[in-house]
């Protein structure tokens, strides 16, 4: 018994250890005896895969007939009682009232009586990350895919992110039905200019904007995000850049204003009006003044007074689409409830957001008493104004935007704001699909289109917050049990 040869069955017998826990099953000796593309061949068909669609499907039948359902069909058209959906082959194959559509023999019947159904939810701030320590972002998408389908998104647009490959993978791995999530839009790592940030990449010339974007788009990114730090030249080269390759870019911009960036011909603005930096007086190009200080001007600005008016207009006039994010707003603002899902969360983080929701609650200063409020009155000008909002969530800042409970909370919030609930499931559905360019396919309930729909009890037409009571969520026709999934990462989020 030579050393090497100790020394390489002690590298298999390793191998083997890694492989049986992994596989939760022993190996036999012959399979010592075999080389490493067949072990590998047998982690890949025998480990358990605790993400997998089939653990948490309730409905799954060639033939759906959902009977005697509310439809709110995302237009923003009214609720319509007593209806059939009919959902063959992954689509919907028949829409209408129970009286004149007749259940196809051999379909699987749900009867829904009392209960609504929606599109899903497309939403276009969304995070596979977050706060997970000061300035520490944890990669948490394993978790958080589910946690947004059990909340009824079906299609999301990550908004930026400090990693890259897990957007990438996790929108490949769901879409080829390995792993249970929405379909995911995958922005490439934010494109920003120098800052503090530990986990950000830094763009510093158009150059480095193009090398970014191409990088990202050869390995898959679908979306970019530009950040607060970028200079108006490298933005251009990032938006040039995608725009060539068919990526549409948004920005949560500081050092360039929301006016400068619809001239260089960004596509979409997040948050909102808070992070507008246009109203600042001594700003100098290229520089972000600090967030604090744009945010108050905006408190301070006239809200119909000819500057903002004009800043509107120009959004409206380029076409930029505006994000409203007022979950991850809402908890820095003093006097607001505890937003939902915290009990998802790992205790640590649990509690690391009660300390930050603590000192919001004692900042009798904040900016955000007025802001919060008035943010709100500017999304309604700019849709009054004929601009295009779609809704977000942006679950990073102190914590405590949990994905898939803050997505139903920013459609409540948008009818706070002062939109109808069925204006509201538009913003959070058709207005996101049409942004995305997949309207043909998704966003609302129709015939011909994708089954993403969203089983509710009672009638969020009539009460927004019956959004929260979702039972299950269809993506692609096949139905997926809520609870299944919360149980499933219930205390874990924060981990993985
Ligand atoms: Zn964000």
């Known amino acids: 018994m030579t050393p090497a040869w100790r020394a390489r069955q002690a590298r298999r017998a390793g191998r083997v250890w890694q492989i049986g826990r992994a596989g939760r099953m022993g190996f036999t000796a012959i399979a010592l005896l075999v080389g490493a593309r067949v072990f590998q061949t047998s982690v890949a068909t025998q480990a358990p895969n605790p993400g997998a669609p089939a653990n948490f499907v309730t409905i799954q039948a060639p033939v759906v007939a959902l009977t005697h359902v509310r439809v709110i069909d995302g237009t ?274 649990r509690d690391s957001f009660m300390r930050a929701h603590e000192r919001v609650e004692q900042n009798q200063q904040s900016v955000y008493a007025a802001l919060f409020a008035k943010d709100m009155r500017m999304e309604r000008a700019f849709v009054r104004a004929g601009g295009t909002l779609v809704a977000g969530t942006d679950p990073t800042g102190s914590g405590g935007v949990v994905p898939g409970y803050a997505d139903q909370r920013q459609i409540e919030l948008l009818v706070e704001a002062g939109f109808t609930p069925v204006e509201a499931i538009r913003i959070g559905t058709l207005n996101g699909a049409t942004f995305l360019g997949r309207d043909t396919r998704v966003g609302s309930i129709a015939q011909g289109k994708q089954a993403d729909l969203v089983v509710v009890a009672g009638d969020p037409s009539a009460s927004i917050a019956d959004i929260r009571r979702v039972e299950t969520v269809f993506r692609n026709g096949v139905g997926y049990d809520r609870a299944k999934l919360v149980e499933s990462v219930r205390g874990q989020v924060g981990i993985w």
């Open 76 to 349: 923003g058209a009214p609720a319509r009682a007593d209806q059939t959906v009919v959902i063959r082959d992954g689509a919907i194959a028949e829409l209408g009232s129970a009286s004149s559509v007749a259940v196809p023999p051999g379909a699987t019947v749900v009867d829904l009586t009392g209960k609504s159904v929606i599109p899903g939810l497309v939403m276009l701030h969304e995070h596979l990350y977050y706060t997970t320590g000061p300035g520490v972002y944890g990669q948490l998408g394993a978790s958080f895919s589910r946690l947004y389908l059990a909340g009824g998104v079906t299609t999301m647009r990550t908004g930026g992110n400090v990693n890259g490959i897990m957007d990438i993978n996790l929108s490949r791995r769901i879409a080829a039905g390995e792993l249970v999530g929405p379909a995911i839009d995958a922005t490439a790592p934010y494109v920003n200019g120098p800052s503090t940030f530990l986990q950000m990449h830094v763009v510093n010339t158009p150059d480095d904007a193009r090398q970014h974007v191409a990088y990202w788009a050869a390995q898959g990114s679908t979306s970019l995000k530009a950040y607060m730090q970028i200079s108006r030249a490298a933005l251009k080269a990032a938006i040039d850049e995608g725009h060539r390759r068919g990526m549409k870019t948004t920005g949560h911009l500081c050092s360039v204003t929301f006016g400068e960036a619809a001239d260089l011909g960004i596509d979409n603005l997040e948050h909102g009006f808070f992070p507008a930096t246009d109203f600042v007086a001594d700003k100098q190009p290229d520089i972000c003044p600090g967030q604090a200080r744009g945010q108050q001007m905006i408190a301070a600005l006239d809200e119909n007074g000819a500057p903002f008016k004009a800043l509107v207009q120009k959004l409206v006039d380029r076409h930029v689409a505006l994000t409203s994010t007022l979950t991850v707003f809402e908890t820095f603002t003093r006097g607001r409830p505890l937003p939902p899902g915290l009990d998802v969360l790992t205790p640590p983080l």
